[in-house]
């Protein structure tokens, strides 16, 4: 197949589109990135290729006229992946009529764009495993997080509860965050829109104990993975110090707990898995 993907940044050492391109690479399918601006969309507009489908990748929900299904190809499938939901819900709304598909990270949102007759999936985040390994050295750091100082009040406040115990750094590239994560025996996560975030697939997917807040029923995480057998949640501070003091105490149930969600993961949250649900989706449009 010839697969367009548009969107927004140039050349990365990671990103999910990047993920994407080379996992539709290695299965022998051409693929071209263009820039989701309008000069992007001018190239892509103007290119000679007969493409199959284009992949718009939008966390922002750009609205770019020139990008709508009546200047595209007869026979292209155009489908939007919906980032930043459910924050960003308002803007891909605007633009849904745009695409035949959706693609949508977060389960509530899905659930409404459904609601209001898109044809949407749920396209939660995923670990690119050629990003994300586990590695064979024995942790060096108690807990780590990515999200570095001054990202989270919550983070910054378990830095001066955790002191030496915890390292929260970020402005990592490619591989190094997956390294970085590996070194720690307890990946901290907590979320800014009580949303489920790609850092704790890509967490699990190094072999390390994950503590993440808990998150709404409306996420439907329950439905991805069990708590206190695949991941660990909190809900507070202190809770949180409990539930990491205890888990670094017991080695044995930490890594249990690690290898479950590893497991998991590796069997259905990487790229492998979500250019599969592309693939399906686009032969039931196509036979549609």
Not at 61 to 82: A, I
Not at 160 to 181: E, P, S, V, Y
Not at 259 to 277: E, F, P, S
Request: aromatic fraction near 12%; include cysteine; charge should be negative.
């Amino acid at each position: 197949m010839n697969i367009a993907i548009m969107y927004e940044y140039g050349s990365e050492a990671w990103s999910t589109p990047s993920s994407l391109i080379a996992e539709f690479e290695s299965r022998g399918h051409h693929v071209q990135r263009f820039h989701l601006s309008e000069v992007g969309i001018s190239q892509f507009m103007s290119s000679d290729i007969i493409w199959d489908i284009l992949l718009v990748m939008d966390w922002k929900g750009l609205n770019f006229q020139r990008l709508d299904k009546q200047y595209m190809r007869e026979g292209m499938w155009v489908v939007s992946e919906t980032a930043d939901c459910p924050q960003n819900f308002d803007k891909h709304l605007a633009l849904a009529d745009r695409y035949h598909t959706l693609l949508c990270p977060a389960y509530d949102s899905t659930e409404n764009f459904k609601a209001l007759g898109y044809d949407c999936e749920f396209f939660t985040h995923w670990a690119d495993t050629r990003i994300y390994q586990p590695s064979s050295d024995i942790p060096t750091i108690d807990v780590v997080s990515s999200r570095g100082p001054g990202g989270s009040q919550f983070l910054d406040y378990m830095s001066q509860a955790l002191g030496a115990k915890f390292i929260n750094r970020n402005g990592f590239m490619g591989k190094d965050h997956g390294r970085f994560l590996a070194s720690g025996k307890i990946v901290l996560q907590n979320s800014r829109h009580h949303e489920w975030t790609r850092r704790i697939p890509e967490a699990m997917s190094v072999n390390r104990l994950v503590i993440t807040d808990k998150l709404p029923e409306h996420t439907n995480v329950d439905s991805l993975y069990i708590d206190g057998e695949d991941y660990v949640t909190y809900e507070g501070v202190d809770d949180c110090i409990s539930k990491i003091n205890y888990y670094l105490s017991n080695t044995a149930e930490r890594e249990r707990i690690a290898m479950n969600g590893y497991t998991k993961t590796i069997a259905n949250h990487t790229q492998v898995q979500r250019v599969d649900i592309i693939i399906q989706k686009y032969n039931e449009w196509k036979r549609y």
